[in-house]
């Protein structure tokens, strides 16, 4: 019978061949169905064989769950069922109609559900070169015994109709569409399949696209370009970019180290970033940079890609900048110093020249000559050379020398001069203030004077030009006229 399911299962004691009507001779039990393919819940036909014994016969079944008794049973009548699942049917029993049970009673007929379709994996968009091949794959269960066809929608989506196995399609009733030498007409064609199973369906799958696109064209080339070492300047950065047109572009630097003979690709790190973009920064720290070579692959969706013109990186070297000061550092009134700076490998194009981090206006040179006890303070240079690199100096302080003289100067005068002492409240705002008198030759007061002692040696500036020529006594007193210092000036 076609379509049949099932065993023959031989009964022991049954007589030889059901001669003995005291015993039924379950000889031969078998379980038939009719149908090839069996869907949920629709009615199919189990049959049990029996010979020997008397019928019309009793038979119990089982489906594993339930027993059912069927009276009056004929052997190979069908019996109706529909299952929802893969089911077993079991015989438990059959009874003669002289009520003789058959021992040893078996038989399984097993009834297959065949599952609806189902997708399991939808059809994936694509892109390709103009002229290339595309496919399109759904995957589905059950594995065998369903139905394709695939559809085209050439208005975004708005209808769609099946497709012919004719140029450039084939496979459209397989799992797998082929589009032969898809053209760039072809893209933004939208598939999709329905697909048919033997129990149930149709079921569609999602919407795949196609993009079809053409070869990148590259309109703008790299640049060669140079890049100063300096790391603390933003002039150590640099880029190389490229401009293309085609259809969804993607772009990858690669740089070689060895001029150009053979090429790595570029990866985004401190060095480098914008790998895959169409602009690539590079950071150049020190001179092992000088003359890579980079170039960029573009490729455009689904083509080969295409090579740039190489640009080739110049790292020119950081000036090395060394400030000096000869022959003190630190001084007090009388003694002078002067700062030089020092500048390699490149001549220098601009000098600036900074004290305690302010630029000092109108000083162009290498050097800062004549500097005294009024100009304290921390001394910088920054550079620009002739190649356009920076570099700034090592810092220089220029300081006080304690010194327990009273220096009074010029002297001699027209009668205006200095008087200076050296102060080691520095520039605490709180020192004492400190008072200067003089006397001319006959000890007569001419001058006297409070001053604010803020700095290491303050400039008492005194003004006698009034007073005539002569040799006057200096004293410098306490606030509380306690004297500190006495000396000498000469007024002529």
């Given at each position: 019978t076609?379509?049949?399911?099932?065993?023959r299962?031989?009964?022991?004691?049954g007589?030889?061949?059901?001669?003995?009507?005291?015993?039924?001779?379950?000889?031969?039990?078998?379980?038939?169905?009719?149908?090839?393919?069996?869907?949920?819940n629709v009615?199919?036909?189990?049959?049990?064989n029996?010979?020997?014994?008397?019928?019309?016969?009793?038979?119990?079944?089982?489906?594993?769950?339930?027993?059912t008794?069927?009276?009056?049973?004929n052997?190979?009548?069908?019996?109706?069922?529909?299952?929802?699942a893969?089911?077993?049917?079991?015989?438990?029993?059959?009874?003669g109609?002289?009520?003789?049970?058959?021992?040893?009673?078996?038989?399984?007929?097993?009834?297959?559900?065949?599952?609806?379709?189902?997708?399991t994996?939808?059809?994936?968009?694509?892109?390709?070169c103009?002229?290339?091949n595309?496919?399109?794959?759904?995957?589905?269960?059950?594995?065998?015994g369903?139905?394709?066809?695939?559809?085209?929608?050439?208005?975004?989506?708005t209808?769609?109709?099946?497709?012919a196995?004719?140029?450039?399609?084939?496979?459209?009733?397989?799992?797998?569409?082929?589009?032969?030498?898809?053209?760039?007409?072809?893209?933004?064609?939208?598939?999709?399949v329905?697909?048919q199973?033997?129990?149930g369906?149709?079921?569609?799958?999602?919407?795949?696209v196609?993009?079809?696109?053409t070869?990148?064209?590259?309109?703008a080339?790299?640049?060669?370009?140079?890049?100063?070492?300096?790391?603390?300047?933003?002039?150590?950065?640099?880029?190389?970019?490229?401009?293309?047109t085609?259809g969804n572009l993607?772009?990858?630097?690669?740089?070689?180290?060895?001029?150009?003979?053979?090429?790595?690709?570029?990866?985004?790190n401190?060095?480098?970033?914008?790998?895959?973009?169409?602009?690539?920064?590079?950071?150049?720290?020190?001179?092992i940079?000088?003359?890579?070579?980079y170039?960029?692959?573009?490729?455009?969706?689904?083509?080969?890609?295409?090579t740039?013109?190489t640009a080739?990186?110049?790292?020119k070297?950081?000036?090395?900048?060394?400030?000096?000061?000869?022959p003190?550092t630190?001084?007090?009134?009388g003694?002078?110093t002067t700062?030089?700076?020092?500048?390699?490998?490149?001549?220098?194009?601009?000098?600036?020249?900074?004290?305690?981090?302010?630029?000092?206006?109108?000083?162009t040179?290498?050097?800062?000559p004549?500097?005294?006890?009024?100009?304290?303070?921390t001394?910088?240079?920054?550079?620009?050379?002739?190649?356009?690199?920076?570099?700034?100096?090592?810092?220089?302080?220029?300081?006080?020398?304690?010194?327990?003289?009273l220096?009074?100067y010029?002297?001699?005068?027209?009668?205006?001069?200095?008087?200076?002492?050296?102060n080691?409240?520095?520039?605490?705002l709180?020192?004492t203030?400190?008072?200067?008198?003089?006397?001319?030759?006959r000890?007569?007061?001419?001058?006297?004077?409070?001053?604010?002692?803020?700095?290491a040696?303050?400039?008492?500036?005194?003004?006698?030009a009034?007073h005539?020529?002569?040799?006057?006594?200096?004293?410098?007193?306490?606030?509380?006229?306690?004297?500190i210092?006495?000396?000498r000036?000469a007024?002529?």
């Amino acid at each position: 019978t076609t379509g049949r399911v099932g065993f023959r299962y031989f009964v022991t004691n049954g007589g030889p061949n059901g001669a003995n009507s005291d015993f039924i001779g379950l000889d031969d039990v078998q379980y038939f169905t009719n149908n090839s393919v069996n869907c949920a819940n629709v009615t199919t036909s189990i049959n049990v064989n029996i010979t020997g014994g008397v019928g019309p016969y009793s038979v119990v079944y089982s489906n594993g769950n339930t027993n059912t008794t069927i009276n009056q049973y004929n052997s190979g009548d069908p019996i109706q069922v529909a299952p929802n699942a893969t089911t077993s049917y079991t015989i438990v029993s059959v009874t003669g109609a002289n009520g003789c049970v058959g021992t040893g009673n078996s038989g399984t007929a097993t009834i297959t559900i065949t599952p609806p379709a189902a997708i399991t994996t939808q059809p994936a968009s694509v892109s390709v070169c103009s002229g290339n091949n595309a496919t399109f794959t759904v995957a589905s269960t059950p594995l065998s015994g369903n139905n394709f066809q695939w559809q085209l929608s050439t208005d975004g989506g708005t209808t769609y109709t099946n497709l012919a196995n004719a140029a450039p399609y084939s496979g459209v009733t397989t799992s797998t569409l082929t589009v032969t030498g898809a053209t760039t007409a072809m893209s933004g064609y939208r598939y999709r399949v329905n697909i048919q199973g033997a129990c149930g369906g149709p079921v569609t799958s999602a919407v795949a696209v196609l993009t079809v696109n053409t070869a990148a064209v590259i309109t703008a080339q790299p640049v060669s370009t140079s890049i100063c070492s300096t790391p603390s300047t933003a002039a150590n950065t640099t880029t190389f970019s490229v401009a293309a047109t085609g259809g969804n572009l993607t772009y990858q630097w690669q740089v070689s180290t060895n001029g150009g003979t053979s090429f790595t690709n570029v990866t985004n790190n401190a060095n480098y970033t914008g790998a895959t973009t169409n602009t690539l920064t590079v950071r150049a720290t020190n001179s092992i940079f000088n003359n890579y070579i980079y170039r960029v692959l573009v490729t455009s969706g689904g083509c080969t890609a295409v090579t740039s013109s190489t640009a080739t990186l110049t790292v020119k070297p950081a000036p090395s900048v060394v400030l000096s000061a000869a022959p003190f550092t630190a001084l007090f009134p009388g003694l002078q110093t002067t700062l030089t700076v020092a500048v390699s490998p490149n001549p220098v194009a601009t000098y600036m020249w900074f004290r305690d981090g302010v630029l000092i206006p109108g000083v162009t040179g290498n050097s800062l000559p004549g500097l005294g006890v009024d100009d304290f303070g921390t001394y910088t240079v920054r550079v620009v050379d002739n190649q356009g690199c920076g570099g700034v100096s090592n810092a220089i302080t220029l300081r006080d020398s304690a010194n327990s003289n009273l220096f009074i100067y010029p002297s001699p005068n027209n009668g205006q001069f200095s008087v200076r002492i050296f102060n080691p409240a520095g520039n605490t705002l709180a020192a004492t203030p400190r008072q200067v008198v003089i006397y001319d030759s006959r000890g007569a007061r001419v001058y006297s004077q409070l001053f604010t002692m803020v700095g290491a040696y303050v400039d008492m500036k005194v003004n006698l030009a009034n007073h005539g020529k002569g040799i006057y006594s200096v004293d410098v007193l306490t606030n509380n006229g306690e004297r500190i210092k006495t000396g000498r000036v000469a007024v002529f």
